[in-house]
C-alpha cells in the first residue's frame, strides 16, 4: 500500500517526500513512535560499458587525486584488468601503489592491513579492481586513513558504535569484477569479525564511492561456480530489498542526518529491484552456464549495479542478515573456483541457501508482492491465491539454484541442526538488517528458518 502515497520531488532536491496511507498499521515501528515520512536516494555515478575501464586516468584525473591506492586481490593483481588500469593511470600522470593483499571475503585483520598500508601512504585517492571483497576493502582503507578510529567505531550498532562518517572521504573508483555485489553503489563495506564468528559491516553514505566503472569486458574470466554466487547474491538483493519492510513503517530519525543507508523498501528503489529480478531471470543462468555468452554477462553485471542502487537505499533483510552466521562458520568447505587457502561458504551461496525457507516465512505479511516477484522470475501465478505466494516464489529460486550448481542447503556445506544455537546468536545482533523484514522473526522463528534451509530440495 505503501506505492499508493503520492510522490513530490522538492524542485533542487534529490529527496522525495511521500505522503504514506494513513490505514496502514505499523509492523515493527512501536504506536508511539512518530513513522517516517521521507525517504533519500543516493547512489554513486556510473559509467557502464564495454572498455570503459581505460577511462579511469581521466575519471582519477578530474578527482584532482595525484598518487591513489590501487585496491585489488592476489589473483586479480595479475590479471588483465589491473594491467589496464595501471596503464590508463600512467597514462593520466597519476601515480599508483598496488596492495594486493585483500582477503577473499575480507576480516577485521585484512582490513585492518589494508588500512595500515592506507594510512602510511597518505594518498589523496583510491581505485579498487574486484568483487565486493575489493572495493569493500578499499572503502576501509578509504574510512580509517581518513578519519582515524578504533575499528569498530564506525562499525553499525550493537556489534560496533555506529559513529557516523565525520565528514568527506577521499574520491574512490570502483571497478566490480564480479556481477555482483553492486559494491560499487553502496555505502556498505563488510567483513569477518573473527572473534564474534559472524559477518558485520559499516553502513554510511560517504562510503560510497564516488564513480563506478562498470565494464563488462572485466567480468569475462569469472570461474562459473563465482559467477553463480555473485550472480545469486544480485537476485537476492532485488528480492529482499522488494520485500523488505516499507520506508513508512520504520519509525522517524530524530534528525534527517540520522536516517539509515536501508531506509526499507520505497517507489524509487522498487524500480530498480523488479528490473533486476527480471534481468536475473533472463540472464543469471545463461551467464553461468555459458561464460561466452556476452549478452548474458553484460546483463547479469548491469543488473548487479541495478539491484545495489535498490538494496543500496532500501536494504536487505532475512536471507542477508542469516548468511553472516553462515559465513562465519565456514569450515571444511572450499567451492570450484575460490582461492583454496581458506575454506569459504562464499557470499552469494551463503545468502540463497537460506532464501527460499526465509520467502516461504515473509509472503504472508505481503502476498502481492511476493507472487509479483514470482512472476518476474518467471512463475505462473494466474488465479494464485495469496497462501501460494511463498511457496511459488520459493520454488522459482530453487529452480534457479539448481540450475547454477547450488549445493542443496546447508548441510551440503558442513553445518548441521548443532549449529543452530550458534546461527541463530548471530543473527540476532544483526538489527541494521534484520529489522528490515516485512515478518518480524523472533529467536524461535530462525531456529525454525535455519533448520528448514538445511535442505532446499
Ligand atoms: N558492500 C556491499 O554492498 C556488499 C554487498 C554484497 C556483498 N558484499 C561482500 O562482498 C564480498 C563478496 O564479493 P564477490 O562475490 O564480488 O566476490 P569476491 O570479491 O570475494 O571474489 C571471489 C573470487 O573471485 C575472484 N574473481 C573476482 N572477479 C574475477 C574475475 N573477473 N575473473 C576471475 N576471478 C575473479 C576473486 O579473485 C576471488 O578469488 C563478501 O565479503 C560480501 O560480504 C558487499
Not at 575480507?106 to 582490513?111: G, N
Not at 581518513?146 to 574512490?172: F, H, M, Q, S
Not at 562459473?224 to 528480492?239: E, S
Not at 527480471?278 to 561464460?291: C, E, S
Request: a negative charge; hydrophobic letters at 45%; charged letters at 20%.
Amino acid at each position: 500500500m505503501h506505492l499508493d502515497g503520492g510522490v513530490t520531488l522538492a524542485p533542487g532536491d534529490h529527496r522525495h517526500v511521500v505522503e504514506t496511507a494513513k490505514e496502514d498499521p505499523p509492523m515493527t515501528a512501536s504506536a508511539n513512535l512518530p513513522r517516517e515520512t521521507a525517504f533519500a536516494v543516493d547512489t554513486s555515478a556510473i559509467t557502464f560499458g564495454s572498455g570503459a575501464t581505460r577511462e579511469v586516468g581521466a575519471a582519477v584525473a578530474g578527482f584532482g587525486a595525484k598518487r591513489v591506492l590501487v585496491v585489488t586481490d592476489p589473483r586479480l593483481a595479475k590479471g588483465e584488468t589491473v594491467g589496464i588500469v595501471l596503464d590508463a593511470l600512467g597514462a593520466s600522470g597519476i601515480e599508483p601503489e598496488v596492495f594486493d593483499r585483500v582477503r577473499v571475503e575480507p576480516t577485521d585483520a585484512s582490513f585492518g592491513e589494508a588500512i595500515a598500508v592506507a594510512t602510511a601512504g597518505r594518498f589523496d585517492g583510491y581505485v579498487a579492481v574486484g568483487g565486493g571483497s575489493a572495493i569493500d576493502t578499499a572503502k576501509a582503507a578509504n574510512l580509517y586513513a581518513t578519519y582515524p578510529a578504533d575499528l569498530l567505531a564506525y562499525v553499525n550498532p550493537p556489534i560496533g558504535e555506529g559513529r557516523p562518517v565525520p565528514g568527506p572521504l577521499k574520491p574512490l573508483v570502483a571497478i566490480p569484477t564480479t556481477a555482483g555485489t553492486g559494491s560499487e553503489t553502496t555505502g556498505v563495506a563488510i567483513f569477518d569479525l573473527v572473534a564474534r564468528g559472524a559477518k558485520t559491516g559499516i553502513a554510511h553514505r560517504r562510503l560510497r564511492p564516488s564513480l563506478g566503472i562498470v565494464d563488462p569486458e572485466n567480468t569475462r574470466s569469472l570461474p562459473p561456480m563465482v559467477a553463480a554466487c555473485a550472480g545469486l547474491d544480485v537476485l537476492c538483493h532485488a528480492l529482499e530489498s522488494y520485500t523488505a519492510l516499507p520506508y513508512s513503517d520504520r519509525p522517524a530519525p530524530e534528525r534527517p542526518e540520522l536516517r539509515p543507508a536501508y531506509q526499507g523498501a520505497n517507489p524509487v528503489s522498487d524500480i530498480w529491484a523488479e528490473r533486476a529480478i527480471a534481468m536475473a531471470a533472463a540472464f543469471l543462468v545463461r551467464a553461468v552456464t555459458d561464460p561466452a555468452d556476452d549478452e548474458a554477462r553484460a546483463q547479469m553485471l548491469l543488473a548487479a549495479t541495478y539491484a545495489g542502487i535498490g538494496f543500496g537505499n532500501a536494504g536487505v533483510h532475512l536471507p542477508h542478515g542469516m548468511s553472516y552466521p553462515v559465513s562465519g562458520l565456514a569450515r571444511g568447505f572450499v567451492p570450484a573456483g575460490y582461492p583454496d587457502d581458506h575454506p569459504i561458504v562464499p557470499h552469494g551461496m551463503s545468502v540463497i541457501l537460506p532464501a527460499p525457507a526465509v520467502f516461504r516465512f515473509t509472503a504472508p505479511a505481503d502476498p502481492a508482492r511476493h507472487l509479483h516477484a514470482a512472476a518476474l522470475l518467471g512463475a505462473d501465478t494466474r488465479g494464485a491465491a495469496p497462501k501460494d505466494a511463498g511457496d511459488l516464489l520459493a520454488n522459482q529460486i530453487v529452480s534457479i539454484m539448481r540450475q547454477t550448481g547450488m549445493p542443496n542447503g546447508l548441510s551440503a556445506v558442513g553445518i548441521g541442526p548443532e549449529d543452530v544455537d550458534r546461527l541463530v546468536a548471530g543473527t540476532v545482533p544483526q538489527h541494521r538488517v534484520t529489522k528490515l523484514s516485512p515478518r518480524p522473526a523472533s529467536e524461535a522463528d530462525l531456529r525454525v528458518l535455519f533448520l528448514a534451509a538445511m535442505t532446499c530440495w
